[in-house]
């Protein structure tokens, strides 16, 4: 089994397409240009034009919009196995910014690779094409959250999905998962305070759901997690391949 078989790209787009030998190759042909980014530092711009993509391997990334005010809202969160970029990479101009939340590492991807790839495996353009969808599905379900779901429900439901998301490339699980996040990540992404986010992690703690500590999430009593939050892991898709 070769580094690509077990790379977390490959991991994703196995959850719709069982990869063949010719679609790994392509993969690992996209992996060439590697390289590696520390936090604070924006890997895409808001504004930019004619700049790469990126398949991140290795850390987190947020992706986030800016306010004339100086106010931050974060978009998402991208883990291993995510584009970075994509979208801009199409329409020529990225609408958000991309800052690595610790230090990454992430293969550079032109215009020209991608066209290269999808016009010689097509299917691995189908694959590439429903993960782009999945993205998009994550933040309709953030836009849901932000605009309907109660703190603490909204909180749980996050830790949930991250969870879930991580699980799929291999490094998460039922019971917890390393997370580089601080509470401030948190509160941008929720639309919280910072001071309401520790106040909604403590009563989920004092719940025996769920802690969250030293970076590191762990699952106390996950299907009770999940009763709490009513998350429903649909439209994360991952029930396995689609296409054979």
Same mark, same amino acid.
């Given at each position: 089994m070769t580094a690509?078989? %077990?790379?977390? !790209?490959?991991?994703?787009?196995?959850?719709?397409v069982a990869l063949?030998?010719?679609?790994?190759?392509? %993969?690992?042909? !996209?992996h060439q240009r590697r390289r590696r980014f520390v936090p604070g530092r924006d890997l895409v711009q808001q504004g930019q034009s004619k700049q790469a993509a990126y398949i991140l391997a290795s850390g987190w990334v947020c992706s986030y919009k800016i306010q004339r005010d100086g106010t931050r809202q974060i978009v998402d969160f991208q883990i291993p196995g995510d584009f970075l970029g994509l979208r801009g990479l199409l329409l020529r101009t990225s609408d958000h910014s991309f800052e690595p939340v610790n230090e990454i590492q992430a293969a550079e991807v032109l215009a020209s690779d991608l066209l290269e790839a999808f016009t010689s495996t097509p299917r691995l353009a189908t694959a590439v094409l429903w993960a782009a969808s999945r993205d998009e599905a994550l933040v309709v379900e953030h836009l849901?959250?932000?605009?309907?779901?109660?703190a603490d429900a909204r909180m749980a439901h996050f830790l949930l999905e991250m969870g879930a998301r991580l699980?799929?490339?291999g490094i998460g699980s039922k019971e917890g998962y390393d997370c580089p996040l601080t509470q401030y990540h948190l509160a941008d992404a929720l639309g919280l305070s910072a001071i309401h986010v520790n106040r909604v992690?403590?009563?989920?703690?004092?719940?025996?759901?769920v802690t969250f500590r030293n970076g590191r999430v762990t699952f106390h009593d996950h299907q009770g997690l999940v009763d709490?939050?009513?998350?429903?892991?649909?439209?994360?898709?991952?029930?396995?391949p689609l296409l054979k």
């Open positions: 690509i078989d %077990l790379s977390p !790209l490959t991991r994703k787009l196995s959850a719709f063949s030998a010719e679609e790994l190759a392509v %993969l690992d042909r !996209l849901v959250g932000v605009g309907r779901r109660d699980a799929l490339v992690l403590r009563l989920l703690r004092e719940r025996g759901l709490f939050a009513e998350f429903d892991p649909a439209y994360l898709d991952q029930s396995g």
